[in-house]
């Protein structure tokens, strides 16, 4: 078999060559590349920003100060510092184990200087940060600032500049930089005349002993292997902003950033070692536990936005499953109540208090039992609408050739047994969670309480499985949704017209709805909220708004066997999520 010659754009290991920013610096690799200077600042701009996509270690960075130079690199044209750069972040609630946030130097917001006198080329200043680095277990992997230069070369006029981005993090030594950076006083990427290069500055660069130990790492050497790496990321991003690639989700639309990741920092040194470790379910612990737990952030911190306190609102979350996300919140002091059709065996795990708000019950809206609005007005004393409805019975695997066995369930009955939730019984305060909720994501928008559903599989009103059809847009529409900064899914997949459809019937239904790409381990990642209804639907009265949730079903094909497939999922086993 033979193989391929590699590519000349193959990077090229360059640690026993002279560096072109000088001889305190020592060149790691280098490759030929594509792009010129605009891409390369564009891609690297955002990556100091987001120094997550450099390492899954990093959580994200907070800038603490910001310093941007007009055209002569000596005169400012913007400067920004944060007004507490200096103080120790904090996280929204701690737990009592003898954990510690781990950080260094953070007083130390002072911009740092690399040695490039001895250049082969003069640069110029373009950009100075002071950002803080915040690793995703922070009392595991230190919690550093790091000083960001940018520079360009000099002249105005010139089509294509070579471009330098530097990184400094405020350590005193190579044994106190932390695992996800390479142990050097400074890394230096560079653009210069068609090829990218990364280099190393050694700490005590004025010796030449380490300079000498830079040079002779071994190929496979951690901090070998992270230049190669930010050689890689830098160069992709870069040739993606020449193709004109523009990012089509964006996170952090509702609930802001810092706010969401230092509560979910929080929840996870509280509860995820000790949920994955007594995780009794078939399905796989750390994705449903972190998934779980960075839901209960998002939603900790949208509830701090729109309430002014824990006791002004309960919440249901319809379709728990294994109901750990009713356990997170009811251990963070919120009061509410899981629902599900069947119980689950975690539901025993949890401390009794958590079990008893923990109901086995279907949910079938009142308005599929209860007489249309024009008849309760006429009548006001009838109280259902005489339905009745045909169950099958699940046969015993040892019947052989056994009749078929039915139950009969009529309105009046489900409307007074203690196994449906018609979600009239809710209290007026009531907030609905719809966490990957099957059959009932489309429904949550219709019961008449602020939401938030993250649509999972799609499903009609009636409970089968459905399509929905990808919306028909306009060419302009089609062209201000794919840039859309409004965090909305930029897709016409199933999922997507998903999204599309709850988010419509949301609307028909007067709610203002705002729509947020969760960070969570799931592509179906997508949360509509509905907090509040819009100014004309706000006071209507209560039998207006139920003629439109029954003009939602006619037009939606009606609702015709939900009661009969609600109740036939209390006699099957469980799914997995």
């Given at each position: 078999?033979?193989?391929?010659k590699p590519?000349e ?5 360059m640690?026993?060559?002279?560096s ?10 280098s ?7 605009s ?14 996509i450099n ?16 055209n ?16 120790i972040p904090?996280?929204s ?13 953070l007083?130390?917001v ?21 950002r803080?680095m915040i ?8 919690i550093?600032?790091?000083t ?12 294509n500049?070579?471009?330098l ?9 190579s044994?106190?930089?932390p ?9 230096g990427?560079?653009l210069?005349?068609?090829s990218?290069s ?15 130990q830079?040079?002779?790492l071994?190929n496979?050497?951690?901090p070998?292997r992270?230049?190669l790496?930010?050689?890689?990321t ?15 989700v ?6 802001p950033?810092i706010?969401?990741q230092?509560?979910?920092?929080s ?11 007594s ?13 779980d ?9 949208l509830?701090?936005m729109?309430?002014s ?9 319809l379709?728990c ?27 025993k ?18 308005i ?8 309760s007005k ?15 019975e699940?046969s ?14 009529s ?9 449906v ?5 809710f209290p ?8 990957h ?9 219709l ?19 459905k399509?929905?059809?990808a919306?028909?847009l306009?060419?302009e529409?089609?062209?201000a ?12 997949s ?15 239904m ?9 960070r ?11 907090m ?12 207006t ?16 066997g ?16």
């Amino acid at each position: 078999m033979k193989h391929a010659k590699p590519s000349e754009k193959d990077p090229i290991l360059m640690n026993t060559e002279s560096s072109l920013l000088g001889g305190s610096w020592v060149p790691i690799y280098s490759s030929p590349v594509d792009f010129d200077g605009s891409h390369f600042l564009h891609a690297m701009a955002n990556l100091i920003k987001e120094p997550n996509i450099n390492s899954t270690v990093i959580m994200r960075a907070d800038f603490l100060s910001e310093t941007t130079y007009e055209n002569d690199g000596e005169t400012i044209k913007s400067s920004y510092v944060h007004d507490k750069a200096d103080e120790i972040p904090e996280f929204s609630s701690t737990d009592d184990s003898d954990e510690v946030l781990l950080h260094r130097y953070l007083s130390d917001v002072s911009l740092r200087e690399v040695p490039l006198a001895d250049c082969d080329f003069p640069l110029k200043r373009k950009t100075e940060v002071v950002r803080r680095m915040i690793p995703r277990n922070p009392f595991k992997d230190h919690i550093i600032n790091q000083t960001c230069l940018v520079m360009t070369s000099e002249g105005d006029q010139e089509k294509n500049p070579s471009v330098l981005v530097v990184y400094v993090p405020h350590l005193e030594n190579s044994e106190e930089i932390p695992f996800y950076l390479p142990p050097v006083y400074g890394v230096g990427i560079l653009l210069h005349e068609g090829s990218l290069s990364i280099h190393y500055l050694p700490f005590n660069y004025t010796n030449p002993e380490s300079i000498t130990q830079l040079r002779n790492l071994e190929n496979t050497s951690r901090p070998v292997r992270i230049a190669l790496r930010l050689l890689q990321t830098s160069s992709k991003h870069s040739l993606g902003a020449k193709d004109g690639y523009e990012k089509r989700v964006n996170h952090d639309v509702v609930v802001p950033k810092i706010a969401f990741q230092n509560r979910y920092i929080s929840l996870k040194k509280k509860y995820s070692s000790k949920l994955v470790n007594s995780w009794v379910e078939s399905t796989d612990p750390k994705k449903h536990v972190f998934e779980d737990l960075a839901i209960a952030a998002f939603l900790i911190e949208l509830w701090s936005m729109k309430y002014s306190s824990k006791d002004e609102f309960e919440y249901r979350d319809l379709g728990c499953g294994n109901g750990l996300l009713v356990y997170i919140l009811q251990m963070e002091g919120y009061k509410g109540q899981g629902i599900d059709a069947r119980a689950r065996k975690s539901w025993k795990t949890y401390p009794q208090d958590v079990q008893d708000n923990l109901l086995e019950q279907v949910v079938i809206p009142s308005i599929l039992l209860k007489p249309h609005p024009a008849v309760s007005k006429l009548a006001p004393h009838v109280r259902d609408n005489g339905r009745l409805f045909q169950v099958p019975e699940v046969s015993p695997p040892t019947a052989v050739n056994a009749v078929p066995l039915v139950s009969y369930y009529s309105s009046a009955n489900l409307l007074e047994s203690t196994q449906v939730c018609t979600t009239e019984e809710f209290p007026p305060n009531t907030f609905i969670i719809g966490n990957h909720s099957d059959e009932l994501t489309c429904w949550i928008p219709l019961l008449g309480f602020p939401f938030a559903v993250i649509p999972c599989c799609s499903h009609a009103l009636s409970g089968a499985k459905k399509r929905y059809p990808a919306a028909k847009l306009s060419p302009e529409l089609k062209r201000a949704k794919t840039t859309s900064s409004k965090g909305q899914a930029q897709n016409s997949s199933t999922y997507g017209s998903l999204v599309d459809h709850v988010e419509e019937l949301s609307k028909r239904m007067g709610w203002k709805v705002e729509r947020e790409m969760l960070r969570i381990p799931s592509t179906r990642n997508a949360a509509l909220i509905g907090m509040s209804k819009l100014p004309q639907f706000s006071e209507e009265p209560i039998e207006t708004t139920q003629t439109r949730v029954m003009d939602i079903l006619a037009l939606e094909g009606g609702a015709e066997g939900w009661v009969e497939n609600t109740m036939a999922l209390m006699k099957k086993n469980p799914r997995n999520h």
